[in-house]
């Protein structure tokens, strides 16, 4: 695990390294990290980059290997020329390297020592510097071999924890979700040219009418392609974050029960007490490759007891924020009429889901399935199927475990459905940064059509701002603001 920047750090590197970096960042120094995980391990990578890479390498190890080749050489200190290790060499002349500029990695022996005497071998040399956070992938930027969304695709591939997440954030590294915008960009200045010229030259008749016509079409087409692809239902943001899965119901219903089950751990409290649960309690985990946020909350409930009712308060809220609802009910509580069923289950879940916006994504867990008899449970199901209008439903034993494969079989096809598949189709934004500038680029599209037939100045400045939000989301344009939120989730030595 690669772990975030940590100040204490640098004062190992030798003090006139540190006011160095406090100065700010120096384009022109060489900087260089520890690009592995911290801590005892087998090999540990140290990166260099920057002007005085070349020099780096030549005074640590005598000589400049070949070129992107890996060579065993010895390690030594420049001044005490004490040997700090023997590893593996490499050197990364610039522009082809990752960051554009001349480079190299000390594959080295992993143990705090060996990597504390390469880290002040290098700071003790002139134009040196320890990198911060995500400063190797920031000059990569800077030399255009990555736009914004690819440095964000990276990020997220250092933070990826399920399958479906490195997935995504593997084909957004790779592109794909770059070279959408990029692609609109290209039209919308395509068109922005074709008005422009309408503008500069229709007075002398050098240019035929139809041609604002064409920019018509081509717009409309341009608005309806970013529309679409807003109307994702946040699938990739979700992908990104973690899908936010509430467990609800009615006291003792058995939702802690299904929370440590699922979790497999004794996360929240269960007991016979009605109102055990008051406080949301949040389990991160992975369902078949997707990531969830699991959250238990208190039993739903008239109550005096102010704690019990602020749970409450935080349950609805819960249910209100959630992607997808379990409501689990006690099967012992239900009619004992296997035909009042389904009414009397329409009528609970709205009293559950009343303000949610999501009402349709929820499952109902039918819990205790071992407190009933065989026959009872088919005749329930039986008269579910018939009802038709009650959502998908499962019959659980948080007891025996009876049910728990259908269960987690229905909440996987679910996650399915909420995250996209990350392989298939257009890639899917992945930011609200991406979702608001795409958002204004489309409401500046508009300004076009609103101006077009008056001021046709005006209805070209739309396009010009639409282009604008457009770069926004890749860096081409005001990238600077941006960085700094972007990198801080970067760690040192990437
Ligand atoms: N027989 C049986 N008992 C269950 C099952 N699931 C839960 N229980 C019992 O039901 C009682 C309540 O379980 P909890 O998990 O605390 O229920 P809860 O919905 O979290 O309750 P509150 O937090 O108070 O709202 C406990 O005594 C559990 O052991 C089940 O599948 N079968
Ligand atoms: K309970
Ligand atoms: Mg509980």
């Not at 006011?19 to 900087?31: F, H, K, Q, R």
């Not at 022996?109 to 190797?136: M, T």
Request: glycine fraction near 8%; charged fraction near 25%.
């Amino acid at each position: 695990m690669l772990l975030p920047f940590q100040r204490g750090m640098d004062v190992e590197m030798g003090r006139s390294v540190c006011e160095n970096t406090l100065a700010g960042l120096n384009e022109d120094d060489t900087i260089f990290a520890l690009s592995s995980g911290q801590g005892r391990c087998g090999v540990a990578v140290v990166r260099v980059s920057g002007p005085a890479s070349a020099l780096a390498v030549r005074s640590l190890t005598r000589g400049l290997p070949a070129a992107r080749t890996a060579s065993l050489r010895s390690i030594t200190h420049p001044q005490t020329k004490e040997l700090l290790d023997r590893g593996l060499v490499l050197w990364f002349p610039g522009p082809g390297s990752f960051t554009g500029e001349d480079s190299a990695e000390f594959h080295i022996h992993g143990g705090p020592a060996v990597i504390s005497g390469v880290l002040q071998a290098l700071g003790s040399l002139p134009g040196l510097r320890p990198a911060e956070a995500g400063e190797f992938t920031r000059r990569a930027f800077y030399a255009g071999k990555l736009d914004l969304t690819e440095v964000e695709g990276l990020g997220d591939l250092i933070h990826a924890e399920t399958e479906a997440q490195r997935r995504q954030a593997l084909r957004q590294m790779a592109g794909d979700l770059g070279r959408i915008y990029q692609d609109w960009s290209v039209r919308l200045k395509r068109c922005l040219a074709h008005v422009e010229a309408f503008i500069d030259f229709s007075e002398e008749e050098l240019i035929e009418d139809g041609i604002l016509n064409d920019v018509d079409a081509a717009v409309r087409q341009l608005q309806m392609d970013m529309e679409n692809h807003l109307l994702d239902q946040r699938r990739g943001e979700r992908l990104r974050s973690g899908v936010q899965v509430v467990i609800a119901g009615s006291t003792n219903a058995g939702k802690s029960s299904l929370l440590n089950m699922l979790t497999q751990r004794p996360a929240a409290i269960v007991s016979p007490t009605a109102g055990t649960t008051r406080d949301v309690v949040e389990v991160p985990l992975d369902i078949g490759g997707y990531p969830v946020l699991l959250s238990d909350t208190a039993g739903l409930r008239d109550t005096t007891d102010s704690v019990e009712q602020e749970g409450v308060r935080r349950a609805r809220q819960r249910v209100e924020l959630a992607d997808l609802s379990l409501v689990v009910v006690d099967l012992t509580q239900l009619p004992s009429e296997p035909q009042q069923v389904p009414v009397f289950l329409s009528g609970h879940l709205k009293s559950i889901l009343e303000h949610s916006s999501h009402r349709r994504q929820c499952i109902l867990i039918l819990n205790k399935s071992d407190l009933i008899t065989a026959e009872l449970k088919r005749s329930i199901q039986v008269a579910l199927e018939e009802a038709g209008d009650v959502p998908p439903a499962c019959f659980l034993s948080c007891h025996t475990r009876d049910g728990l494969l259908d269960l987690l079989t229905m909440l996987q096809n679910r996650l399915k459905t909420l995250c996209g598949d990350p392989l298939i189709g257009s890639p899917s934004l992945t930011q609200t940064r991406h979702r608001t500038h795409l958002q204004k680029s489309v409401e500046a599209l508009y300004q076009y059509y609103q101006y077009r037939d008056v001021d046709l100045v005006l209805a070209a400045e739309g396009l010009r701002l639409g282009l604008t939000s457009l770069g926004r989301i890749t860096g081409r344009v005001g990238a600077e603001e941006i960085l700094d939120i972007i990198f801080k989730d970067f760690c040192i030595g990437k």
